[in-house]
């Protein structure tokens, strides 16, 4: 308990109370104490409760009576289950306050000390300099601007409050290699001279200074956001190509490159097609000047009415004077341009039917083609088989004249050809047999190769998922490495929080100790109880036997029936003093149960609260003697 007693102490004063520190026990805490380390509880765990009553006992028995009852009902509103009143702070015993006490600390907030151990990142680092700052910013007092000084301007002034713009910013790439001899380009060159000599400075590339942080923070998420795309895709793309991370780019540069070219003679050839509609040339997309005749063609008689609306007033009125027409009015021009704007719609819906009936007939035709083609490519491949077929019947009409020259001929070739190919075979045999062992040993190789790679690739991406775990878990570590460091710095340089472990290391063993000694005393009595009953029954079937036996020949002869008498008078005497036993082991745990309660009494100083209780009640006669002369001198 001394240990217990001693790191409840320590909360307590953690928590304001004003407790010595020659106070090493529970017992030692004097009613005034209690009290005051209670008041401390109930202000932090519930403020509405605790600042209502006073942490310093008063003078007078009443007042002191009616702050017991407050602090007991107070406590029961938090949850405490235990026996509770006036009595327990004014007549205190030692188990009681220290279960009260113990109650009160464990419903203490933790500490910063107590979640020191949890990982906490920048944005929670972050957070609580936020909440600090703006904790302080709300302590201090608002005043009026005209009598700001100097630091509040900074901090209750909304005047220099900005929202938030951002502008692009000319920068250094971080990711940018260093120029090889190679690479040293007439571009390259001159950029990476303009960045290291001719660059501005961030703070003269920005309009204005208050869009500075905004321009920076977002040029550095997406700078971010740029490399963890490339991580990813690399990790999961990248990697799988067995390419090197320069052949990756330069592989999806031509692809993209190759993507733009094909939609750029797509769009190229939408619109001819469209232009052939229109029956208008299409435009070169690689003249680089303008088409001064799709320009014109673009105009409408509505663009057309509004020059002539805000042409010069000199020529307004000579074309008034001239045709004799009145200018036209708003509702007329607002007419012509409804009327535009319906010709221009007829012509745009009469123009998309046009370009649906005419991909109608490409399709059809586009099938056509397809059909023809392949009917032509049919026909030739069985003219060719045809003109061979021909050849070949050509051949043997020629041979016709000299048949049996020929035939022998014929066969002198054959056999000729017949013993080349056994040649042939045989010379390819000789070959073949070292070129398959090549080739299937090749193929191991290769599986092998293929084998290793695959293995290897695993270990890279399994490298690859270690490092950037190792990565994290060294930021989190130094985070949390930082704010132990932020932590310990503002924690009070009490007792360590190693003794506290040791100590409840020490209790935890003890606790172990005293579970194993019980645990084996359990096992004891009930292998005691075991034996016991065993012994009993067996005693009961040998005196069942025996009187059976004694019983029978009790009958006849009379030192038997003299032996069955002795047998019963020893057994209801043996169950006599069994019962004895019993007794006397009942009344032995009664009485042990009696010392305790009589040491648990003793405990409570139940003759001191007597005597506190007297003095007391006297005080209180006291009181009521002197109130009573004051009301009869009133």
């Known amino acids: ?111 910063s000390a107590d979640t ?33 000084t100097t630091s509040l301007l900074n901090t209750q002034n909304s005047c220099l409050m900005n929202k938030f713009h951002s502008q692009a910013l000319s920068l250094l790439s971080p990711s ?27 703070t003269a590339q920005a309009w204005d200074q208050a869009c500075v942080a905004a321009s920076v923070l977002e040029r550095a998420t997406a700078d971010l956001s740029a490399v963890q795309e490339w991580e990813a895709e690399w990790n999961s793309q990248g990697l799988v190509s067995r390419l090197s991370p320069e052949e990756y780019k330069a592989r999806k540069r031509q692809r993209l490159q190759s993507r733009i070219q094909e939609y750029l ?6 619109s001819e097609v469209r232009a052939g509609l229109a029956g208008t040339p299409a435009p070169d997309l690689t003249d680089p000047r303008p088409d001064h005749r799709c ?7 509505f663009i057309h009415t509004e020059k002539f609306t805000f042409t010069q007033v000199s020529e307004d009125l000579s074309l008034h004077f001239s045709h004799q027409f009145p200018p036209p009015t708003p509702q007329d021009v607002q007419a012509e341009q409804q009327k535009e704007v319906r010709e221009l719609e007829k012509q745009l819906k009469s123009l ?14 586009t099938l056509t083609v397809n059909q023809v083609s392949e009917e032509t490519r049919d026909r030739e491949l069985s003219a060719e088989e045809k003109q061979q077929l021909l050849h070949i019947r050509k051949r043997a009409l020629d041979l016709l004249p000299d048949a049996e020259g020929n035939l022998s001929k014929l066969q002198a070739v054959m056999e000729a050809s017949a013993q080349r190919l056994v040649s042939l075979a045989g010379q390819w045999e000789k070959h073949r047999v070292p070129l398959i062992a090549e080739h299937r040993r090749l193929k191991q190789q290769l599986d092998s190769h293929e084998l290793e790679s695959s293995r290897r690739l695993m270990e890279i991406k399994e490298f690859h998922e270690k490092i950037k775990t190792s990565a994290e878990e060294a930021k989190r570590k130094e985070n949390v490495h930082r704010q132990l460091v932020l932590e310990l710095e503002h924690l009070s340089r009490g007792v360590g929080r190693a003794a506290y472990t040791q100590r409840i290391l ?129």
């Not at 940018?176 to 961030?202: I, K, R």
């Not at 292998?527 to 016991?532: A, D, N, S, V």
């Open 116 to 148: 020191a151990d949890q990982p906490a990142e920048k944005s929670v680092l972050l957070q609580r300099l936020i909440a600090t700052k703006i904790k302080q910013q709300l302590a201090s007092a608002w005043l009026p601007p005209a009598l700001r």
């Open 506 to 634: 020490e209790i935890v063993s003890n606790i172990s100790k005293q579970k194993e000694e019980i645990t084996k005393i359990l096992s004891d009595t009930k292998e005691l109880q075991k034996e016991i009953n065993s012994l009993t029954g067996k005693l009961d079937r040998t005196f069942a036997v025996t009187d059976e036996l004694l019983f029978k020949d009790a009958k006849r002869d009379e030192a038997v029936r003299k032996a069955y008498k002795y047998l019963a008078a020893l057994h209801e005497n043996c169950s006599q003093l069994i019962e004895t036993i019993e007794d006397t082991g009942t009344i032995l745990r009664e009485v042990r149960d009696l010392e305790e309660l009589i040491d648990l009494e003793t405990g409570k100083k139940t003759l001191i609260n007597l005597e506190k209780i007297l003095e007391d009640h006297r005080a209180i006669r006291q009181e009521n003697a002197g109130l009573a002369g004051r009301l009869r001198e009133a």
């Open 352 to 365: 998309g039917e046009q370009i649906q009936d005419v991909r109608t007939a490409m399709e059809t035709q």
């Open 1 to 111: 308990m001394e240990e217990v007693d001693r790191i409840l102490l320590n909360s307590l004063r953690q928590s304001g109370a004003d407790i010595a520190e020659d106070v090493e026990s529970v017992r030692q805490l004097t009613t005034e104490l209690i009290v005051e380390c209670v008041v401390r509880c109930l202000r932090i765990l519930n403020p509405a409760l605790g600042n209502g009553v006073s942490h310093l006992l008063p003078p007078g028995m009443s007042a002191r009576f009616r702050i017991g009852m407050c602090l007991a009902q107070a406590c029961q509103e938090l949850g405490y289950q235990g026996e509770i009143g006036y009595q327990t702070f004014l007549y205190s015993n030692e188990p009681e306050i220290r279960r009260l006490l113990m109650f009160l600390v464990e419903k203490l907030p933790r500490d």
């Open 295 to 301: 320009l014109r063609a673009k105009h409408s008689r």
């Open 176 to 202: 940018a290699p260093p120029l090889s001899p190679s690479q040293q380009s007439l571009l390259f060159t001159e950029l990476w001279e303009y960045w290291e000599q001719h660059q501005p400075p961030v």
């Open 265 to 270: 003679k797509q769009s190229s050839q939408r």
